[in-house]
């Protein structure tokens, strides 16, 4: 009994874990757990701000023309009927690794400050690197010219109307996992000649910021 008692004693305490040792194993998991969660981490990082650093996408006015344009004017009345239509052609240029998602918009016609016309600029997503094209037809409203007609009596009777156009996009481009928010726009100032049709003194200004 003695002899079998002192066996299993001493295969007892020979198969027992080692407290130590399990501990060092534990603490070893840990920091290599740890460690390939910083690297991928900074990887991320990294990525973030050099491969994928977003960039500001850009909206330029490439062609502005006349489409429509109709006028009469009643020297009696001091009464102006105006009529105008033009063709606006719009590009959008995505720097990014990744593709610019813009929401939907609208592109203004403004004349001396005032809201005068508009047209619908549909949601669209443009993919990485690529450059969209659009083509737009803005024409004037004529119940929006009521308020000017004194200054409109004035610009046709001197052969220049002075208009704006104003397009602004607003969406987001997705880096990895961060969605970083971009708006890009661009305003142009321009007169019309009437009595030959043509566009001249085209001045425009492009902002982009996230």
């Known amino acids: 009994m003695d002899v079998e008692g002192k066996a299993l004693k001493a295969g007892g305490s020979s198969s027992s874990p080692n407290p130590a040792s399990s501990r060092k194993r534990r603490k070893t998991c840990c920091l290599a757990v740890i460690g390939t969660v910083i690297?991928?981490?900074l990887l991320i990082v990294i990525l973030a701000f050099t491969v994928?650093?977003?960039?500001?996408p850009v909206t330029t006015f490439e062609d502005l023309s006349i489409k429509d344009?109709?006028?009469?004017i009643d020297i009696t009345r001091l009464a102006v009927r105006l009529n105008i239509t033009l063709d606006v052609?719009?590009?959008?240029?995505?720097?990014?690794?990744v593709g610019f998602k813009y929401s939907n918009s609208t592109a203004l016609l403004n004349y001396r400050g005032k809201l005068v016309g508009e047209a619908p600029l549909l949601a669209d997503k443009i993919?990485?690197?690529?450059?969209?094209?659009?083509?737009?037809s803005v024409t004037i409203l004529a119940d929006r010219l009521l308020s000017n007609m004194t200054e409109i009596f004035s610009d046709v009777n001197s052969d220049?109307?002075?208009?704006n156009t104003y397009i602004k996009l607003s969406g987001k481009v997705k880096i990895l996992f961060f969605k970083i928010h971009a708006t890009t726009?661009?305003?142009?100032?321009f007169n019309i000649y009437?009595?030959?049709?043509?566009?001249?003194?085209?001045?425009?200004?492009?902002?982009?910021?996230f």
């Open 89 to 97: 052609d719009v590009s959008v240029k995505n720097p990014n690794k």
């Open 160 to 163: 220049v109307l002075p208009l």
């Open 52 to 56: 994928f650093k977003a960039k500001r």
């Open 69 to 72: 344009l109709d006028f009469s």
């Open 127 to 136: 993919s990485a690197g690529e450059t969209k094209h659009m083509n737009l």
């Open 194 to 209: 009437i009595s030959n049709r043509t566009i001249n003194e085209q001045r425009c200004e492009y902002k982009t910021k």
């Open 185 to 189: 726009s661009t305003t142009c100032d």
């Open 39 to 41: 690297g991928i981490v």
